[in-house]
């Protein structure tokens, strides 16, 4: 167990909704990445968050965006869900921004019908 | 060409043996490198990082990193049936904190 949690477990949504999935981090880690990973691939990085702050992020669209709260615990939103925002979820937690260990929750599957 | 790939498999290999994963990178200036073993419907888990070339051996694990070749690979000796799950290899650009991940390599291990 890496103390790293994440709700909900799964998710049905249809085109169009609107998702919140919420990350909590290690105790003592202060960087949160968000990270989506289709069926069969690699996790692919969305964006990662330092003291509240975005700190870096991929090739995706506006409609994702993040929130990192004070006790270092993430949200990410995703708006006007798409069929190939079917995925599962990831967020990973790390003590530094840069290039240190990230040890992952369990995910949250969205499956968008 | 990706940035980071592997083998996409399956690799089968019987219990006792040792299974050998491998991964290429395209970046050169990447420092950091990690092994995460993920098990079906699971996330990621973490079984080893290198930063420095040469071998690093972790219990039945050892990882190798080739810097000049841009090569990192994974042995796993004695390999038992419960590490059949996907190998996923991963690095850190340089100076860049996007974390590129190969597609995995799925591994199998036969009683």
């Known amino acids: 167990e890496t103390g790293v949690t994440q709700s909900p477990t799964h998710l049905i949504k249809t085109r169009g909704q609107q998702v919140t999935l919420r990350c909590s981090s290690q105790?003592?880690?202060?960087?949160v990445s968000w990270y989506q990973q289709a069926l069969g691939q690699g996790p692919q990085f969305i964006f990662q968050?330092?003291?509240?702050?975005?700190?870096g992020r991929g090739n995706f669209p506006p409609r994702f965006s993040g929130l990192q709260f004070p006790n270092y615990s993430s949200e990410l939103n995703v708006n006007a869900l798409e069929l190939d925002d079917s995925a599962l979820y990831l967020c990973?937690?790390?003590?530094?921004?840069?290039?240190?260990?990230?040890?992952f929750g369990p995910g949250t599957r969205l499956t968008v019908l | 060409q990706k940035e980071v790939e592997q083998n996409s498999g399956p690799l089968s290999v019987p219990e006792g043996a040792i299974a050998s994963l491998n991964c290429t990178y395209s970046d050169r200036g990447s420092q950091s490198f990690f092994w995460y073993r993920q098990y079906s419907g699971k996330s990621p888990e973490l079984i080893m990082f290198?930063?420095?070339?040469g071998d690093k051996e972790d219990g039945r694990f050892t990882a190798q990193l080739n810097k000049a070749s841009q090569y990192v690979s994974l042995l796993i000796r004695d390999s038992q049936p419960s590490d059949s799950a996907t190998y996923l290899c991963a690095a850190y650009p340089p100076n860049n904190n996007d974390m590129r991940f190969g597609a995995g390599t799925r591994l199998t291990v036969k009683p």
């Open positions: 968050y330092y003291r509240e702050e975005e700190n």
């Open positions: 990973a937690s790390s003590s530094d921004r840069l290039t240190d260990t990230q040890y």
């Open positions: 290198i930063y420095s070339n």
């Open positions: 105790s003592g880690h202060n960087t």
